[in-house]
C-alpha cells in the first residue's frame, strides 16, 4: 500500500468510525463500554503546544502505529487566554485542529481541560493574571477563581461541542477530565478544597458532555466523575468505588528535565513490564505520559527550572523520530493486548503462585483463555513449569500467554531494533562554514542601571504581581541617600538580598557586583545573595535584575510560591547594624529593551537594522543580542540548533522562540551514581540518568515549520556571555541500528526511509557487548552471519527475518541470540 492509500483507508475508517453517528461510552468495572463493546484502552499523551501543527499528522500516525486507541492531551489556559478574556487558539494552539487530526487517523481523543495542568508547564497552566485579580484564591472554594474557571472551561466545552466533537456527539472524545491531581494536594485547603472539588463535579456534570468525566488521584470524587491513577506504577491501585473500572492517566515513559539534570532513561523492559503487570491486574485504561514529551517553546516550561527540551524519553522522541527500541517493543505489546482484549474484559479472573514471587494470573471466558505470568522479584529468574510447559521468566518480567499456552510477550525480551541518532551537518552546498553573525548591546546602562523605570512602590513586589508574566526580566531599582556622617562610610557594608530562587543580577551605581542563581532550581530554590559593597556620600543607586525561568506548576498553593526578589534586602555593617531596605521606594521596570523592542522580529527589523554592527563580534559578553542568517539544512529530517559555547538567554528563529537556552549549566557528576543501567526493580527518576559532566540541553528543536527556502534568520539574546562562533544547524537522524535478541523471534531491521548501508555485526549464539559494541563469543555459531543478512538487508530500507537455527547455524552453546548492528547510508544530496 502506497501512502495514499493508507491515508484514503484511514479516512474511510476514520468516517466508519465517527462521522456515522453517536457513540454510547460506559464503562463497568472491568472496561470501559463504546456501543456495547467492551473496551481495554491504550492512550498516549501528546500536547498539541509541544509540536507544531505540521508535525502534528505524522506524531497521531505514529501513535495508531504504535498500536494506541486514543491520544490524550491537557487544556492550556494560560496559552489560551494570555490576557482576560482575549483568547488565542491559533498555531500549535489550534486545539479543535488537533482533536480533528486524532479524528482523522481514528483514534479516540481523551481531553484533560484541568484547566489545572501541572505538566512541568509554566504556572500549571494558570494565567498570571489570574492570580492578580484581587480576592482570588486558586483551587478552592473561591467565587472569583471559580467563575473564571467555569468560564473557561465552559468556553472549552462550548468550542468542542460546536464541532461536535465528543463522542455522544458522533465525535472521538471518550473522556473528560475536570481538575487534576487534585487528591494529592486538597489536605491542605481543609474544609473549601472538600467544597471546591464537590463545585467541580458539578459544574463539569452540568455541562452535560454526553462522556464519562474524570477525576485523576482523587479517590472516591463525587459522582458522577470517576477516578484514575497516576505513577511509574499503578498495579496496586484499586479504585475506591468497585464499579469504577481500573485507570491510569498517567503512566510516566520516562521524566522531565530540569537544568542542571540528567538525562533520563526508563527502559523499555520496565515500562512494558509496568503496563503488562497493569493489565494482568485488572486495569482497563491506562495512558502513556508522554507518548510524544516535545519542547517547551517561548516560556512555556513551568518548574521552576524545567529544560526547553519536554522529551521524557517517550516513545516519540523530542522531535517526533520513533524512540527504539521502546516505541516497538510497546507495539507489540499493544496488539498483543488487543488479541486478548475479549477475555481480559470478559473473563473470569484467578491467580495461581507458581514460586515466590512468581504469579500466574487467568484470564478464562467460556471460549477462550489468557494468561500472564509474573516475575516480581527484582534479581532472580525463574523456570516454571505451567500447564505442563516450561517458561523461561528473567527477574522483574512478565510473560503473556495466547490461550494460556503460547508466549506471545515477554517484557523483558525485547526484539525490537535499538536505533541510535545521529546528528550531522546537511549544508546548502553554497553555505559558508561558518555562520557569520552582527551583534548589539542591550542597552541596560542607560536605562534601568540608572535607576529609571515604569512603576514605584514602598515595598518588595513579587514578580508576578509586577510583570504579570509579560517577560521572564524584571528590574527592582532603588536608592539611598548616605549622610557624609554616616558610619556605614566607614567599614564593610554588604548587600544581602533574598531571593526566591531563578536568577539574579547585581548592580551597584552603575557597577556590575555580581550573580546568583540557585543550583537546583526544581526543590530548594531561594537563597540569599551577599556582596561587599563601597557607599559614597549622597545618592547611591542599587539595580536588582531578576530572571525568572518559569514559575512553579505543583505542590498545593504553588500559585503563592515567591518568584523574583523577595524581602528583605538589607544593608549590614555589623551583626547588630542592618538597615532594611525592603520598605524603600523601589522602581520597578519589566522586560528588557531588546525584547520590548523585539530585535527578534524580522519583519519589522529595517527601521533598527543599521543597529546590528558586524565587526568585532565580542564574545563572553554578557546581554548580548547576535544576529545570524542561514539557509535551511537540507532534506526533510528534524532540525536542531546546536548552542554549546553559548550561556544562557533566548533563541529566534524568524521571529518564532525556541525557547530559553542554557548550554553552560552543566548536569551534575555526581547523579550518574552507576554505569550501567539495570531495568530490573522499581523505577525512579534518579534511576538509568546519563549524561552527567555535559549540558543540561546543547541541543534546540528549530520545527522545520519555522524555517523557509532561502534565508533564515537566528536571533540570540545572550544574558551570561558566550561564543556564537560554535552554532550550528545539524539534522538529526538515525545513525545506525542494532537487534539483539533470541532464537524464534520474528525481527526487523529498518533505517526507516533510508536504505541500509552496511552490516557491521552479525553474530548468532552468545555475542557480548551492547549496540556499538558486540563482539563474537567463542561459541557462535560458524555460519557467516553478517554475509547472509549483507545480502538480504543492504541497499534496502528493511528487512525482516525470523531468527532461527536453520537459516544462522548451531552455536555450541545454550544461549542462541543474534546480534546485528547495521549502518544507515548517508543521504547525498
Ligand atoms: C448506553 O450503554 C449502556 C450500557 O452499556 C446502556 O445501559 C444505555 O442504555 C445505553 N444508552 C443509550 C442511549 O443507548
Ligand atoms: C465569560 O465571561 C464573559 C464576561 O467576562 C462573558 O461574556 C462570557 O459569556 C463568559 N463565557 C462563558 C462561556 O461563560
Ligand atoms: C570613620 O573613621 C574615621 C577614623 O577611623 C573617623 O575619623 C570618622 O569620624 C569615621 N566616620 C564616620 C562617619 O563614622
Ligand atoms: C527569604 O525568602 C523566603 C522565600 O520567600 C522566605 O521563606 C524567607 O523567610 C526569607 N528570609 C528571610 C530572612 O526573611
Ligand atoms: C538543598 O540545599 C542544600 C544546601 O543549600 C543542599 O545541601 C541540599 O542537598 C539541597 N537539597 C536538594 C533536594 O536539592
Ligand atoms: C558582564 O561582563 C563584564 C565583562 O566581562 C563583566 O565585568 C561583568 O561582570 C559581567 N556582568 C554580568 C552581569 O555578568
Ligand atoms: C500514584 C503514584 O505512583 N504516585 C507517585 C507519583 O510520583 C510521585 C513522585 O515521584 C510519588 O511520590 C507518588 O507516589
Redesign the pocket.
Known amino acids: 500500500m502506497n501512502i495514499f492509500n493508507i491515508l484514503f483507508s484511514s479516512l474511510i475508517f476514520s468516517f466508519i468510525l465517527f462521522h456515522s453517528n453517536a457513540l454510547n461510552v460506559t464503562h463497568d468495572s472491568r472496561s470501559i463500554i463504546i456501543d456495547g463493546n467492551h473496551r481495554i484502552i491504550l492512550s498516549g499523551s501528546i500536547h498539541y503546544p509541544r509540536s507544531t501543527a505540521p508535525m502534528w499528522p505524522d506524531l497521531i500516525r505514529k501513535a495508531k502505529e504504535g498500536g494506541l486507541d486514543a491520544v490524550e492531551t491537557y487544556v492550556f489556559w494560560n496559552a489560551h487566554e494570555p490576557a482576560h478574556r482575549q483568547y488565542d487558539f491559533s498555531g500549535n494552539l489550534d486545539l479543535i485542529r488537533f482533536l480533528k487530526t486524532i479524528q482523522d487517523q481514528g483514534l479516540y481523543a481523551i481531553l484533560r481541560i484541568g484547566p489545572y495542568t501541572c505538566a512541568e508547564w509554566n504556572y500549571g497552566g494558570f494565567p498570571v493574571w489570574l492570580h492578580n485579580i484581587p480576592g482570588v484564591s486558586l483551587r478552592t472554594k473561591n467565587d472569583v477563581f471559580m467563575n473564571e474557571m467555569k468560564n473557561f472551561t465552559t468556553l472549552i466545552v462550548d468550542m468542542v461541542k460546536k464541532e461536535k466533537l465528543f463522542a455522544s456527539q458522533g465525535g472521538n472524545i471518550i473522556l473528560a477530565q475536570v481538575e487534576n491531581e487534585y487528591g494529592n494536594v486538597m489536605e491542605p485547603y481543609g474544609d473549601d478544597g472538600k467544597s471546591y472539588i464537590n463545585w467541580c463535579a458539578q459544574m463539569a456534570d452540568s455541562l452535560d458532555i454526553g462522556v464519562p468525566w474524570i477525576m485523576c488521584q482523587q479517590a472516591a470524587p463525587p459522582k458522577p466523575m470517576l477516578e484514575t491513577c497516576n505513577g511509574w506504577y499503578c498495579d496496586e491501585y484499586k479504585p475506591k468505588d468497585p464499579n469504577t473500572p481500573k485507570m491510569w492517566t498517567e503512566n510516566w515513559t520516562g521524566w522531565f528535565k530540569s537544568w542542571g539534570g540528567a538525562d533520563p532513561l526508563r527502559t523499555a523492559e520496565d515500562l512494558s513490564y509496568s503496563v503488562a503487570r497493569f493489565f494482568q491486574k485488572g486495569g482497563t485504561l491506562q495512558n502513556y505520559y508522554m507518548y510524544h514529551g516535545g519542547t517547551n517553546f517561548g516560556r512555556t516550561s513551568g518548574g521552576p527550572y524545567i529544560t526547553t527540551t519536554y522529551d521524557y524519553n517517550a516513545p516519540l522522541d523530542e522531535y517526533g523520530n520513533l524512540n527504539q527500541p521502546k516505541w516497538g517493543h510497546l507495539k507489540q505489546l499493544h496488539d498483543v493486548l488487543h488479541s486478548i482484549e475479549y477475555t481480559l474484559t470478559n473473563g473470569d479472573v484467578r491467580n495461581e503462585k507458581l514460586s515466590n514471587l512468581v504469579m500466574a494470573t487467568i484470564y478464562q471466558t467460556k471460549e477462550k483463555s489468557s494468561c500472564f505470568l509474573s516475575n516480581t522479584n527484582t534479581k532472580t529468574d525463574a523456570n516454571v513449569n505451567f500447564g505442563g510447559i516450561n517458561y523461561f521468566v528473567p527477574a522483574w518480567s512478565i510473560s503473556i500467554l495466547l490461550d494460556c499456552r503460547e508466549e506471545a510477550y515477554n517484557t523483558a525480551k525485547v526484539s525490537a531494533q535499538t536505533s541510535s541518532m545521529v546528528k550531522k551537518l546537511n549544508k546548502a552546498e553554497d553555505e559558508p562554514r561558518s555562520l557569520k553573525w552582527t551583534w548589539r548591546p542591550e542597552l541596560i546602562e542607560s536605562t534601568s542601571i540608572q535607576g529609571r523605570g515604569d512603576v514605584s512602590v514602598n515595598k518588595i513586589v513579587d514578580q508576578k504581581d509586577m510583570a504579570n508574566d509579560a517577560s521572564d526580566y524584571l528590574w527592582y531599582m532603588t536608592s539611598i541617600d548616605v549622610a557624609k ?3 556605614m ?2 567599614g564593610t557594608v554588604t548587600l544581602r538580598v533574598n531571593d526566591s530562587g531563578h536568577v539574579l543580577h547585581a548592580f551597584f551605581n552603575g557597577e556590575y557586583i555580581g550573580s546568583q542563581w540557585s543550583k537546583y532550581g526544581d526543590s530548594n530554590v531561594t537563597y540569599v545573595f551577599e556582596r561587599n559593597i563601597k557607599l559614597s556620600p549622597g545618592k547611591n543607586l542599587i539595580s536588582l535584575l531578576s530572571v525568572t525561568l518559569g514559575f512553579k506548576n505543583y505542590g498545593p498553593m504553588f500559585d503563592l510560591v515567591g518568584a523574583g526578589i523577595t524581602s528583605p534586602i538589607e544593608l549590614v555593617l555589623s551583626k547588630n547594624v542592618i538597615k532594611d531596605l525592603s520598605s524603600n521606594k523601589w522602581t520597578y521596570k519589566v522586560g528588557l529593551n531588546g525584547i520590548s523592542n523585539k530585535f527578534f522580529n524580522t519583519n519589522c527589523a529595517s527601521k533598527s537594522s543599521s543597529k546590528w554592527v558586524s565587526d568585532p563580534i565580542p564574545v563572553d559578553r554578557n546581554f548580548t543580542w547576535y544576529k545570524t542568517t542561514f539557509k535551511a539544512p537540507l532534506g526533510n529530517k528534524p532540525v536542531v540548533a546546536d548552542l554549546l559555547g553559548l550561556g544562557k538567554g533566548m533563541a529566534w528563529v524568524n521571529g518564532h522562540s525556541l525557547g530559553r537556552y542554557w548550554p553552560s549549566y552543566i548536569a551534575d557528576k555526581n547523579l550518574c551514581k552507576t554505569e550501567t543501567c539495570d531495568y530490573r526493580g522499581r523505577y525512579s527518576d534518579s534511576k538509568c540518568v546519563s549524561k552527567c559532566g555535559e549540558p543540561t540541553q546543547r541541543w534546540y528543536h528549530v520545527p522545520r515549520s519555522f524555517l523557509k527556502d532561502g534565508e533564515n534568520t537566528l536571533v540570540l539574546f545572550e544574558e551570561f556571555g558566550g561564543n556564537p562562533s560554535y552554532v550550528q544547524f545539524q539534522t538529526v537522524e538515525i545513525g545506525s541500528i542494532c537487534i539483539n535478541t533470541h532464537e524464534g523471534k520474528e525481527v526487523k531491521l529498518s533505517c526507516q526511509d533510508r536504505p541500509i548501508s552496511k552490516i557491521k555485526f552479525a553474530s548468532f549464539g552468545s555475542p557480548q557487548g551492547v549496540c556499538g559494541s558486540f563482539d563474537k563469543s567463542e561459541y557462535d555459531s560458524e555460519v557467516d552471519v553478517l554475509s547472509i543478512l549483507e545480502k538480504e538487508c543492504v541497499g534496502k530500507e528493511s528487512c525482516s527475518f525470523k531468527i532461527t537455527e536453520d537459516k544462522f547455524g548451531k552455536p555450541s552453546c545454550e544461549i542462541k541470540k543474534l546480534a546485528v548492528e547495521a549502518i544507515c547510508k548517508d543521504f547525498t544530496f
Open positions: 556622617d554616616d558610619p562610610l566607614n
